[in-house]
């Protein structure tokens, strides 16, 4: 298994332009989750997916979209990319499962570091 | 409010002592706790979590993690430091306001000396 992949793993973006952050898993988890790392900040969660076809926001989905393709694929878009917008973004799934009162540990992709000038 | 806290940004320890990584927590539900570690340029591994049960936890790479219900508390430890568990830590807990999501420390270094 692959766990948890993402692509690109590299990205420079000049300010204004777009692109779409790729992630997918082959755990069979129901939930997956973008979030963004920046120094001293630890981790801020952009958006989650709970399931298949439902998306949500988190603390920090301001400049973003995302998009729960199939169980598998959850993608990340930058429409109009800003500087601020420059950091490590990692995708993340787990098992939980909606209404159930289990919860899980998340399990992380490798990163892709992105830079806006 | 809910959150988590890191006190130390730096832990330094030598090859072969105890080392401790400190977490506090506050939560407005039952503590679900996990312990992250970040090696460089790689993403975070999962290293052990409590829900309920012993407040000892032991986890991945001889770690350990010391559940402390009045103090809040949340220490992951171990009893031999190696050079290679020099990485990031983040200490998460359960946020029971939001659904399926973690509140996340800032994270500690530790650095491990030979």
């Known amino acids: 298994n692959a766990g948890v992949t993402q692509t690109p793993k590299f990205q420079v973006l000049k300010t204004g332009q777009s692109m779409t952050l790729q992630c997918a898993q082959d755990?069979?988890?129901?939930?997956m989750y973008w979030y963004r790392q920046d120094p001293g900040m630890g981790l801020r969660l952009i958006y989650y997916?709970?399931?298949?076809?439902?998306?949500d926001k988190g603390e920090v989905p301001n400049g973003y979209n995302v998009s729960r393709l199939n169980k598998r694929e959850f993608s990340l878009r930058l429409e109009s990319a800003a500087p601020s917008q420059t950091s490590v973004y990692f995708c993340?799934?787990?098992?939980?499962?909606?209404?159930?009162?289990?919860?899980?540990?998340?399990?992380f992709g490798p990163g892709t570091r992105l830079t806006v000038t | 409010a809910q959150s988590v806290a890191q006190p130390e940004d730096q832990v330094n320890v030598a090859e072969g002592n105890p080392l401790t990584v400190k977490c506090t927590y506050s939560?407005?539900?039952?503590?679900?706790l996990f312990w992250y570690v970040q090696y460089p340029n790689r993403g975070l591994q999962f290293l052990l979590k409590?829900?309920?049960?012993d407040n000892l936890v032991k986890g991945s790479y001889g770690f350990e993690a010391e559940f402390n219900k009045s103090q809040t508390s949340f220490h992951l430890k171990k009893p031999s430091a190696l050079v290679s568990d020099s990485a990031l830590y983040f200490c998460?807990?359960?946020?029971?306001?939001?659904?399926?999501?973690?509140?996340w420390g800032a994270g500690t270094k530790l650095i491990i000396k030979p």
């Open positions: 993340a799934s787990s098992e939980e499962e909606v209404l159930s009162t289990a919860f899980y540990e998340q399990y």
């Open positions: 755990m069979n988890h129901n939930s």
């Open positions: 997916s709970a399931s298949e076809g439902t998306t």
């Open positions: 939560v407005s539900g039952n503590p679900y």
């Open positions: 409590y829900i309920t049960g």
């Open positions: 998460a807990v359960r946020d029971w306001d939001s659904n399926y999501q973690l509140i």
